[in-house]
């Protein structure tokens, strides 16, 4: 199972419970695919980018194959008016919304969820090096 394919199969889950259409998670990471793909593909995109562990563009073209992060862009554009570029265009297919209240009971709300920073990284750094130099560490 590849790094993110439980977070794939996650919106997949929550894309069939919506429209009753069920997608894999190796259909969706194909190179092809018709109208109804593609939107499955939007839906996981905004998926991703709406959980609060904050994938990148990039980390998100990677997770579905897509040559790079302009068709990730695109994607939310079309999925949820990412940036508002395409409303002149096109309807966004979902809310940001939609993507919020699904996350909420599976991540709790995005404010609260434990972010590490450097100053605590160093510090358990610190102190785990500290107890491998003086045979205190957990094996000890």
């Known amino acids: ?6 977070h794939i ?7 069939q419970e919506m429209t009753g259409k069920e997608y ?3 259909c969706i990471r194909t190179p092809y695919g018709g109208r ?3 939107k499955a593909r939007y839906f996981v995109l905004c998926y991703l980018q709406a959980m609060p562990q904050g994938f990148s563009m990039p980390q998100m073209a990677r997770m579905v194959r897509f040559d790079n992060h302009t068709s990730v862009l695109y994607a939310l554009r ?12 096109y309807e966004p297919h979902w809310s940001k919304k939609l ?3 699904l996350l909420n009971p599976v991540c709790g709300n995005p404010a609260t969820v434990h972010r590490p920073n450097w ?3 160093r510090t358990i750094g610190a102190r785990n090096m500290a107890a ?9």
């Open 9 to 15: 199969k996650a919106a997949l889950g929550h894309y």
């Open 1 to 6: 199972m590849s790094l993110y394919e439980r």
């Open 99 to 101: 993507f919020q209240d």
């Open 36 to 38: 109804g793909l593609s």
């Open 119 to 121: 100053a605590d990284i």
């Open 132 to 140: 491998m130099r003086t045979g205190g560490g957990i094996a000890a």
């Open 24 to 26: 894999t998670y190796d």
């Open 78 to 89: 079309r999925g949820h008016g990412h940036d508002g570029a395409l409303l002149h265009k």
